[in-house]
């Protein structure tokens, strides 16, 4: 799984505006649609805050990975970004969230959809990585960052 096959340099941010778990996916969300890659947003972010209400995607140790699947995208999509100031997040450790990765997928293709959980994970577990990430001073400089890891 290539991360930079999902992820186009439209789709990540540096800073978020949002202030709150809901105004980030929105957001997040959105880039996507500005970038076109979504049928239908509302379906979209429907489906990923679903997911959301059944656990929190808030792995912890700062990062946070929403996720949903439905048929308003035809293949797996990723945006990122990374907040201005630490969210709560509803996160298995208790902590803030400053890195948030959205993934959204159509309902069928499950595989991807695990893969690029993996791919993200793996590369989080990378402390130093992980705190050069949240240093990031821009979405350019972030998906570079992403991109090199490739």
Request: charged share 30%; glycine share 8%; aromatic share 2%.
């Given at each position: 799984?290539?991360?930079?096959?999902?992820?186009?340099?439209?789709?990540?941010?540096?800073?978020?505006?949002?202030?709150?778990?809901?105004?980030?996916?929105?957001?997040?969300?959105?880039?996507?649609?500005?970038?076109?890659?979504?049928?239908?947003?509302?379906?979209?972010?429907?489906?990923?805050?679903?997911?959301?209400?059944?656990?929190?995607?808030?792995?912890?140790?700062?990062?946070?990975?929403?996720?949903?699947?439905?048929?308003?995208?035809?293949?797996?999509?990723?945006?990122?970004?990374?907040?201005?100031?630490?969210?709560?997040?509803?996160?298995?450790?208790?902590?803030?969230?400053?890195?948030?990765?959205?993934?959204?997928?159509?309902?069928?293709?499950?595989?991807?959809?695990?893969?690029?959980?993996?791919?993200?994970?793996?590369?989080?577990?990378?402390?130093?990585?992980?705190?050069?990430?949240?240093?990031?001073?821009?979405?350019?400089?972030?998906?570079?960052?992403?991109?090199?890891?490739d």
């Amino acid at each position: 799984m290539t991360l930079t096959k999902i992820l186009s340099p439209s789709c990540v941010k540096v800073p978020l505006a949002g202030k709150d778990k809901n105004s980030v996916i929105t957001e997040l969300v959105d880039l996507l649609e500005d970038a076109g890659l979504l049928r239908d947003r509302d379906a979209v972010l429907e489906a990923v805050m679903l997911r959301e209400k059944t656990r929190s995607t808030g792995i912890g140790s700062s990062i946070a990975i929403p996720h949903g699947k439905c048929n308003a995208v035809k293949e797996l999509y990723m945006a990122m970004g990374l907040t201005g100031e630490p969210i709560d997040f509803d996160s298995v450790d208790g902590k803030p969230v400053k890195i948030v990765i959205l993934l959204v997928s159509p309902a069928n293709q499950t595989g991807p959809h695990i893969q690029a959980l993996a791919k993200i994970s793996k590369l989080m577990l990378d402390e130093e990585f992980k705190k050069e990430l949240e240093n990031a001073e821009s979405g350019e400089r972030l998906y570079e960052m992403i991109a090199g890891r490739d």
